[in-house]
């Protein structure tokens, strides 16, 4: 084992031995186990401020403790740490009272990635021939964009948790949120039962025309329309109209 | 060797390259308005580059304005230049693409590993001062002053253990260092004071040694002092505090015997009101002031 393969297990090994190589009387070896740990739970609770906020900060230090050492940085940009926490707390029991928690963590790493996310400068839609010339094109999400579908009213509770407002939540109701970034501001927006459906089919099909036609009921045809020019010119979807734009 | 690596090395003369002599501050998101409202004299802004390896969005468009009203010196933490395994070349390009974007006055780095087996650990851990770590990290600098383009400067560290197998002294390493690859130093007076403390050297002597002709930018932090199991003196690198008088003191000794040098006041924890950094920067710059005087 080399030297510094030995150093690294020590440092992810809580009240583990330090290395025999390192001369360090007094239990300074501890100051790099407990850097390690306390700079990754900042790490953690700066994306995830409503997970810690509804379990507070002695419960997320334990979580993020035992996250950080199945589940370590693999990149340095602390903005992107986290991508497995929302899975790793819906498997971890002693999280279980909370069973929205996982899908309030999906949200709030979605936003954080939202916001570092690439650009994608979309045309204006404008008149009955922009909207023609969709037709035959795909759909995809924003590079910003991520679909949350929960069982939970996670939009309501993520609102419910922000420092400079208390909202109750009134209606426990499954909500699906899709959250992207438009200009300097990341949104939640909230996307009803219909357009949820459409949305999922929509986003697999070849083409608008294509998952048009294949709805089951012709008659919502126009809704659902309607709802998904109105995230194309919110910026939350585009289309793949402008050859080498996407990412 | 990456393909980045392998591009000719062309490394801008040194008159062109550098920080001003003057004070300048680390950024902190909380501190935005009045950096961009230049609301203090600040001679340049430093940024840690791994907080701006966006793919697009706010955080570029700030990158780009911060750029456009400052020289910028651009830190990394997590190159892990000290590491036993290769450097990353994912890393080094989302480096180089922040250096072509900014055209940063300064680039630096830490003699420290960061990274091991695909884990990064967000810490600056210590290496070995020995022949076989001095050659890796040499061949790291090289590589990495050949894939961003531009000269480096690598700092001292704070460290609170060391490895037996040392049998270098420390500034002797960082000077021979230099001098294999052409990199410059960045002088930390704080992390000076932190490991002469912990290890018991004098820092006085640390600093009388250490080579200033080398030296690009100094930094200067806070750093907080507690005892460790065995009741021995120990000072943690935590830049949470102000400024130490003695790091304070032994900063206007090196002005004075070097001359003016780019000075960054450094904290990254317990952010306080700008007016506070700002007053460090003044109390930094009033130092530079007076030696630059001298010196006219």
């Not at chain 2, 990064?120 to 890796?136: E, G, K, Q, V």
Request: aromatic share 6%; proline share 7%.
């Amino acid at each position: 084992m080399t030297p510094l393969k030995s150093f690294s297990i020590a440092v992810r090994t809580p009240d583990g031995v330090q290395p025999m190589f390192v001369s360090a009387a007094g239990g300074r070896f501890t100051i790099y186990q407990r850097n390690h740990v306390a700079s990754l739970t900042a790490a953690l609770a700066k994306t995830f401020p409503v997970v810690q906020r509804l379990v507070g900060e002695p419960f997320f230090a334990a979580m993020a403790a035992r996250f950080i050492f199945q589940s370590p940085p693999r990149v340095p940009m602390l903005a992107d740490y986290g991508a497995d926490l929302a899975d790793f707390i819906a498997a971890f029991e002693p999280a279980e009272s909370l069973p929205f928690l996982a899908d309030v963590a999906r949200l709030e790493y979605a936003r954080v990635r939202a916001w570092h996310a690439a650009d994608h400068a979309s045309p204006p839609l404008d008149g009955a021939d922009a909207v023609a010339a969709l037709l035959p094109h795909r759909i995809v999400l924003h590079p910003s964009a991520t679909l949350i579908q929960s069982d939970h009213p996670v939009l309501a509770i993520w609102a419910a948790n922000q420092p400079e407002t208390a909202v109750p939540v009134e209606d426990w109701q499954p909500e699906t949120a899709l959250v992207h970034r438009s200009g300097d501001v990341v949104l939640n927006t909230p996307i009803d039962a219909d357009t949820n459906t459409f949305l999922a089919a929509l986003l697999t099909a070849e083409s608008l025309e294509s998952a048009l036609l294949a709805l089951p009921d012709p008659d919502t045809a126009g809704a659902a329309l309607l709802h998904v020019l109105q995230l194309l010119q919110a910026g939350a979807l585009i289309t793949t109209c402008h050859e080498g734009t996407l990412p | 060797m990456t393909a980045a690596a392998s591009s000719p090395l062309r490394l801008p003369p040194a008159a062109e390259l550098g920080l001003p002599p003057s004070a300048g501050l680390g950024l902190h998101r909380e501190h935005l308005d009045e950096v961009l409202g230049r609301a203090g004299r600040l001679g340049f802004i430093e940024i840690h580059a791994e907080n701006f390896m966006s793919e697009g969005g706010p955080t570029l468009a700030l990158l780009d304005q911060l750029a456009s009203q400052y020289p910028i010196s651009l830190h990394g933490v997590a190159l892990s230049l000290g590491g036993e395994e290769p450097l990353d070349p994912a890393h080094l390009q989302r480096l180089r693409r922040i250096i072509d974007r900014t055209r940063p006055a300064s680039f630096s780095e830490h003699l420290a590993w960061a990274s091991h087996d695909g884990i990064y650990f967000n810490d600056l851990l210590p290496i070995a001062y020995d022949a076989t770590t001095l050659s890796r990290v040499a061949d790291h600098v090289d590589e990495a002053q050949s894939a961003l383009g531009m000269r480096l400067l690598l700092e001292n560290p704070s460290t609170y253990v060391s490895h037996a197998a040392s049998d270098w002294d420390e500034i002797d390493f960082l000077a021979e260092i230099a001098r294999r690859t052409g990199c410059g130093l960045l002088l930390d007076i704080n992390n000076a004071v932190v490991s002469s403390v912990n290890h018991g050297w004098d820092p006085q002597a640390y600093l009388q040694r250490f080579p200033l002709a080398l030296v690009g930018e100094i930094h200067l932090a806070g750093h907080s002092e507690t005892r460790d199991d065995a009741g021995q003196r120990l000072l943690i690198d935590s830049h949470g505090e102000a400024i130490a008088e003695p790091v304070w003191l032994h900063y206007a000794d090196v002005i004075a015997r070097a001359g003016p040098l780019p000075t960054l006041i450094e904290r990254d924890n317990d952010i306080p009101a700008f007016a506070v950094v700002a007053a460090e920067v003044a109390q930094a710059a009033a130092i530079l002031a007076r030696h630059a005087r001298k010196a006219a």
